[in-house]
């Protein structure tokens, strides 16, 4: 059963205008033009104006930009624009100072470590269904931003952020709508054009550094006065030291926390509403899911390590991410010449990859537009190029956050299914909203969110 996309076989444009139809078409459907013109290759140039983009479909040459000639190539600019927020964080930052960032901060993401915080997870999550109750309608995709944002204040902050919540949550939301007009613009407004908008973005920056530099202060005078450190993130990154023995500055630790703040609970709830969206649609899917869960809370509580031996809700996550990749669309701008299967470009070159695009070729996943979580399990064919699937990334840039993304969502993702059965009231398909990440747009009148009804269940745990 389609669960996607409606095939558009429309022409490319051509001719010496061509680029005025590209430029409306990638403001209007960048997902269906990008389909369109991988399918006409897969190294397709895009060229708009004076600009050069390189679209790449084929997981080799996606492998050569990301791995293997990963030094030739800077984030796009679109990201850049969102330094104000984001600083020299690991999304934004590059070279000698993005290395040391991440050798600093990979100790934090440490499997072993990152398992500490299922239980935190679970406290977070158990609050949010509190508020749930039987027949209700609810925005799940409301609901599962304000989980990822407490999840993330939580494991970060160890609950510093307190009675900041609504600071935080508003003003991210600010930032984020500022960034999704920039992502949307092939001509992005440079950063010191006044604007309201800008002006609004410069605003929610400042609440957010207030904050952020409050619970660091906080931090430092309690480290001054004797008292032990909380086991969060922030104390492992506020300890960490590179090989010259020097920690992070209060800076370096703003610009790291606003990036885990701003990118981890928002790719985390998309794909958790995406997964949900999924389930309801494919109830025979969701009733074998809640069998495996069923049996496994027989015996014991969810944890970290339970959830690690449930095969079919980690098929379950994989598909998802395959079909509805929350990190839809990658940039790299060439500093460097580079070439690709002996084909030589340019340095200055925007170069885009899709992982939803990827996902979607039915070269590597057979019947790709399917939600089949088989396709993940153990003994299933699996011959596709190792890159055909990469919703974290890949290489050295490869999501630090990925470990705690996957547990997050799997614990979240078992607790909720476990008690509750949630359905989609309206029949229409949910359309996906390509932003900085890949948003459903189901909710009142089309608008971004994702409607459910809630019916609970009575089963037996231990």
């Known amino acids: 059963m389609a669960v996607m996309r409606e095939p558009r076989p429309r022409p490319l444009p051509h001719g010496p205008l061509a680029w005025m139809g590209v430029y409306r078409d990638l403001a209007s459907e960048p997902i269906d033009t990008f389909f369109r013109f991988a399918a006409a290759s897969d190294r397709a140039l895009l060229n708009i104006g004076t600009r050069r983009m390189l679209l790449i479909s084929h997981p080799d040459d996606v492998a050569h930009v990301l791995i293997s000639q990963n030094r030739r190539f800077h984030k796009g600019r679109a990201l850049r624009l969102m330094h104000r927020v984001l600083g020299d964080g690991l999304l934004t ?58 999840v993330a204040g939580t494991c970060l902050f160890g609950m510093e952020v307190g009675d900041q919540a609504d600071v935080v949550r508003t003003n991210l939301a600010a930032a984020m709508r500022y960034g999704n007009r920039i992502i949307k613009a092939i001509w992005p407004p440079p950063p010191w054009m006044p604007s309201p908008g800008r002006r609004r973005f410069e605003e929610a920056a400042r609440h957010l550094d207030h904050v952020v530099f409050d619970i660091i202060d906080r931090r430092r005078r309690a480290a001054a006065d004797g008292a032990a450190p909380p086991d969060d993130l922030l104390a492992l990154l506020m300890e960490a030291q590179d090989d010259a023995g020097r920690p992070m500055t209060d800076q370096q630790l703003r610009d790291e926390c ?205």
């Open 258 to 462: 606003m990036t885990l703040l701003l990118a981890g609970h928002e790719t985390s709830a998309n794909a958790l509403s995406w997964t949900f969206y999924l389930l309801s649609r494919h109830p025979e899917v969701a009733e074998r899911l809640r069998q495996e869960l069923d049996g496994c809370l027989a015996e014991a509580p969810l944890s970290s390590e339970r959830v690690d031996r449930l095969p079919y809700l980690r098929a379950v996550v994989s598909e998802a991410l395959r079909l509805y990749p929350p990190v839809w669309l990658m940039v790299r701008e060439s500093v460097a010449p580079f070439d690709l299967g002996g084909d030589p470009y340019p340095a200055g070159l925007q170069v885009l990859i899709s992982p939803f695009v990827v996902h979607h070729d039915g070269r590597w996943f057979p019947d790709p537009e399917a939600f089949r979580p088989e396709r993940w399990l153990a003994g299933a064919k699996d011959d596709r190029p190792a890159l055909a699937y990469l919703p974290f990334g890949a290489g050295p840039r490869l999501c630090i956050g990925r470990p705690f993304a996957l547990l997050e969502i799997s614990l979240v993702l078992a607790t909720v299914l476990s008690r509750w059965e949630l359905s989609r009231t309206d029949a229409a398909p949910v359309a996906a909203d390509p932003l900085i990440t890949l948003r459903p747009r189901g909710g009142p009148g089309g608008r971004d969110g994702l409607l459910m009804a809630l019916r609970q269940r009575h089963v037996f745990m231990a």
């Open 93 to 150: 930052s590059e070279d000698d100072f993005w290395r040391r960032q991440r050798r600093l901060a990979q100790p934090a993401f440490h499997r072993q470590r990152v398992a500490q915080y299922g239980e935190a997870i679970l406290e977070v999550t158990e609050r949010l269904l509190a508020e749930w109750h039987d027949g209700q309608e609810r925005d799940v995709a409301r609901d599962m931003t304000r989980l990822g944002l407490s």
